[in-house]
């Protein structure tokens, strides 16, 4: 086990990760047995299963650098949870609105900077590049779920709105500006705040 005189600048980050990617995992999967997508629950389950690694490396690295992890309360976990398990909340509404990714981009390009700078520990870095690597892919793996849940969304109105004799339809929502973490589940979202604080005081 590695030791350190002081705590690193990035520990909090490494803590902030791993929390948040757990409770991914927990949401996520819940919403792939809520779901009667299975194409949708493919790619729920796939990243599910990378959020729960993410998380207990994450955790791991902190004991390797002889720190524990601090766990923090979330008042709202049990609510979310709810909401992503009950198959009579549609897969529209957990989808929610778009978002802005600009505070995760600024993150990733941030990390990517201080990873060529040298500013984490070799161990460290490789996780930051891995972990970077692999939620990139699941934020393009779950935005083209999401756009496929979309469609159907809007296939299935323009059948009904056809099916009495409307001539209008309505114009499909658009994903183009999804977020990378707004693709999660609610608690990826908390993931997403904890980055974009953690990438202002980067600076």
């Known amino acids: 086990m590695e ?5 690193p600048e990035y520990l909090g980050l490494l803590n902030a990760i791993s929390l948040a990617e757990s409770d991914a995992d927990v949401y996520l999967e819940a919403w792939a ?8 629950a493919c790619v729920l389950r796939l990243v599910a299963a990378r959020e729960k690694s993410h998380g207990e490396v994450f955790c791991r690295r902190i004991a390797e ?3 524990e992890l601090r766990p923090k309360a979330d008042p ?8 992503y398990a009950n198959p009579k909340v549609s897969d529209l509404e957990k989808i929610g ?11 990733f390009a941030d990390t990517d900077r201080k990873i060529a700078e040298g500013y984490f520990d070799p161990m460290t870095c490789n996780l930051m590049q891995w972990y970077i690597a692999e939620e990139k892919d699941s934020g ?3 935005r ?3 756009d496929c849940v979309r469609e159907k969304s809007h296939d299935g109105k323009k059948a009904r709105l056809n099916g009495n004799g409307a001539s209008h339809t309505a ?3 658009t994903a183009d500006a999804e977020a990378i973490m707004a693709c999660m589940t609610a608690g990826f979202s908390r993931l997403e705040k904890s980055l974009e604080k953690l990438a202002k005081a980067m600076k």
């Open 97 to 107: 609105p778009e978002r802005d990714d600009s505070g995760t981009r600024k993150f």
């Open 65 to 67: 650098m002889g720190f």
């Open 171 to 173: 114009e499909a929502p």
């Open 144 to 146: 083209a779920a999401y």
């Open 33 to 40: 047995n809520a779901t009667t997508d299975e194409d949708l």
């Open 3 to 7: 030791t350190h005189a002081e705590k």
């Open 140 to 142: 393009r793996r779950l």
């Open 76 to 83: 709202g976990a049990a609510a979310r949870l709810a909401k």
